[in-house]
């Protein structure tokens, strides 16, 4: 069965670093979208993207995030100088007729 | 604007007991609900998903939910829990019903099931 994957399965990075999260979402799946779970709190939307544009943003999903499909198969997140408040468990999704499909997720932790 | 309160952070039951995981919506639209399931370090999983056709909804694993308008819920339940169900519960909303969407997540229901 297809399956949306995501690298890596966890990343610790330092204040003020940039970070690259990774997303192979499934093969004929048109929309995509990056959704967080900070630690004993929701999964919150973040961001939605379809013909290689934003289709919305969340105000979480501030100057410092930004998405990118490089290449026809991957979706990325990137955040540019991480902060202490961008730890949290990031899920990528995406879907073709109806469902989200999600991601096992990547954990980011920022020292 | 909708919204998602799942009324339970945690959840114990006994294996071969029934589960009911507690979910009320608030929606401006005749939403989409769904519930996913969570494993220990593993992606969100659909469990069902109500689109307003049938109000009882059954979906994977014994699972099944039901659309009560009336009480704008959305409960989970299932005849006898198994080892296997321990896992998070996300109760889930979107206003839409095309493949775009954007969902809006309750807190989770930890199940904790006990030999």
């Known amino acids: 069965e297809p399956e949306v994957t995501q690298t890596p399965s966890h990343q610790v990075t330092q204040m003020g670093q940039e970070v690259i999260l990774r997303c192979v979402p499934i093969s004929n799946h048109l929309y995509f979208y990056w959704y967080r779970q900070i630690l004993g709190q929701k999964v919150e939307f973040l961001v939605s993207f379809y013909n290689n544009e934003i289709s919305e943003k969340s105000e979480i999903f501030d100057d410092q995030f930004s998405v990118e499909r490089p290449d026809g198969s991957n979706f990325t997140l990137k955040i540019r100088s991480t902060k202490l408040e961008d730890s949290a468990m990031y899920f990528c999704a995406s879907s073709g007729d109806y469902e989200q499909y999600f991601g096992p997720g990547t954990r980011l932790t920022v020292t | 604007a909708q919204s998602v309160t799942q009324l339970d952070s945690h959840v114990s039951v006994s294996e071969g007991t029934p589960v009911l995981l507690r979910c009320n919506y608030s929606?401006?639209?005749?939403?989409?609900l769904f519930w996913y399931v969570q494993h220990p370090n593993k992606g969100l999983q659909l469990l069902l998903k109500y689109t307003s056709a049938a109000t009882l909804v059954k979906g994977i694993n014994g699972f099944e939910a039901e659309f009560k308008k009336s009480e704008t819920s959305f409960h989970l339940t299932k005849p006898s829990a198994h080892m296997s169900d321990a896992a998070e519960y996300f109760c889930?909303?979107?206003?839409?019903?095309?493949?775009?969407?954007?969902?809006?997540f309750g807190k989770g229901t930890m199940l904790l099931v006990s030999p």
């Open positions: 889930v909303v979107s206003d839409r019903f095309s493949g775009y969407s954007t969902l809006t």
């Open positions: 929606s401006s639209y005749s939403p989409s």
